[in-house]
């Protein structure tokens, strides 16, 4: 079992940036692949970016160039460094644990979700 516990959620100007934090409990996190997803209202859940554990990236067009995803296995810690950030990266955004194998694009390869935390970006 693994919980995760996202923060630094918060409303932020176009153009601006943010650092989220996903901690994680279990002392194998750093074998897993983690992933950030995110989910803007009335949308479905979209993934953003992921990291394995040997701190290959990958990301989602959207966010390529903007974001970045580091973990620190020391800590049971992923980040998301958002910069540039744009009103259409509002959004509820989630860490998770990549459980099986297929694309990393995957939300239902993932699973032990965080609770989320809340990005708005507006002027």
């Known amino acids: 079992q693994v919980q995760l516990v996202e923060s630094g959620g918060g409303l932020v100007q176009p153009g601006g940036s943010l650092r989220l934090t996903c901690a994680a409990s279990?002392?194998?996190?750093?074998?897993?692949?983690m992933g950030w997803f995110r989910q803007a209202p009335g949308k479905e859940r979209e993934f953003a970016a992921s990291i394995t554990r040997s701190d290959s990236s990958t990301y989602a067009d959207s966010v390529k160039g903007r974001f970045t995803i580091s973990r620190d296995n020391a800590k049971n810690t992923v980040y998301l460094q958002m910069n540039n950030l744009k009103p259409e990266d509002t959004a509820v955004y989630y860490c998770?644990?990549?459980?099986?194998?297929?694309?990393?694009?995957?939300?239902?390869?993932?699973?032990?979700w965080g609770q989320g935390t809340q990005v708005t970006v507006s002027s």
């Open positions: 279990g002392r194998t996190f750093s074998i897993y692949t």
């Open positions: 998770a644990v990549k459980r099986s194998s297929g694309n990393y694009a995957e939300s239902g390869t993932y699973g032990y």
